[in-house]
């Protein structure tokens, strides 16, 4: 029987249907192993299969941990190249998925978020972390570099602050992530839950072509030079003026104004 669970609960609401992925291997603070990453990616390439969906909600369970890195069981087992090659690739094709999806994804960060696991938070499109969540990349303590997602570092906290959490693998906490840019929002544990609706409504707010839209220009930025990336955001917004979606909600824009 799987030590882990991993589940796909859908909430309906006024704007469309929201997921949350929920992953459960709380007894090991949310490790993840290759039956687990199996599971989680799955889960999101179901996920970007559904046209209705608008967004989604990644949080891992208990409150200790929303993933505590990848197996340290499994990798100490790792002899060759090959393996070590097939694991880590496996890390990366759940992050892949995750910025994959569609549709964006919401991280909901409590306890500790290390290794794997902030790799696959520097994947999601938004995160929002407890007050007490600690982050932190210990690779090099135990005898690896940190890889995969860990390149998406840069573009979020900048490299000196990038430098300082590879190499010296300390641990930091949700203030420090957040004054660093790696988090969106930092509250109380009790107000977690609220922070991530008000974030969900506010995707919900947008139609939903244009934010699906959006997250697919973003991911093109990330590849293109400055005029090339311009260049894609003229080519989106030609496209997103055929939806219709843009005359419904202008219109009744103007009409509000009016009255």
């Known amino acids: 029987m799987a030590e882990h669970k991993v589940e796909i609960v859908r909430e309906t609401r006024k704007g469309g249907t929201v997921a949350h992925v929920v992953f459960d291997n709380a007894r090991r603070l949310n490790v993840v192993n290759p039956p687990a990453l199996d599971d989680l990616i799955g889960a999101f390439e179901q996920l970007s299969r559904d046209d209705e969906l608008r967004a989604v909600v990644f949080s891992g369970v208990g409150g200790k941990a929303f993933i505590g ?13 090959e393996e070590g090659r097939a694991f880590i690739t496996h890390v990366h094709k759940l992050c892949q998925a995750i910025r994959d999806c569609p ?12 290794g794997a696991g902030l790799e696959v938070a520097a994947a999601c499109d938004i995160r929002i972390a407890t007050d007490s969540a600690v982050f932190g990349m210990p690779e090099v303590r135990v005898g690896v570099p940190s890889v995969i997602e860990a390149a998406l570092l840069p573009r979020l906290i900048g ?11 300390e641990n930091i906490g949700a203030r420090k992530a957040e004054a660093w840019g790696l988090l969106e929002e930092v509250v109380k544990a009790s107000e977690i839950g609220a922070a991530i609706d008000r974030c969900v409504q506010s995707i919900l707010d947008g139609t939903r072509q244009a934010v699906r839209a959006q997250k697919a220009l973003m ?12 260049q894609a955001g003229i080519d989106s917004f030609a496209e997103s003026v055929t939806t219709g979606e843009h005359t419904e909600k202008m219109t009744a824009f103007i009409n509000r104004k009016r009255g």
């Open 159 to 169: 490299w000196g602050h990038t430098s300082w959490l590879l190499l010296t693998a």
């Open 69 to 81: 890195g990848a197996d340290i069981r499994h990798m100490a087992g790792l002899k060759t190249a």
């Open 103 to 114: 549709v964006p994804v919401v991280a909901r960060l409590e306890g500790y978020t290390l």
């Open 219 to 230: 991911r093109r930025w990330e590849e293109l030079p400055l005029a090339g990336a311009i």
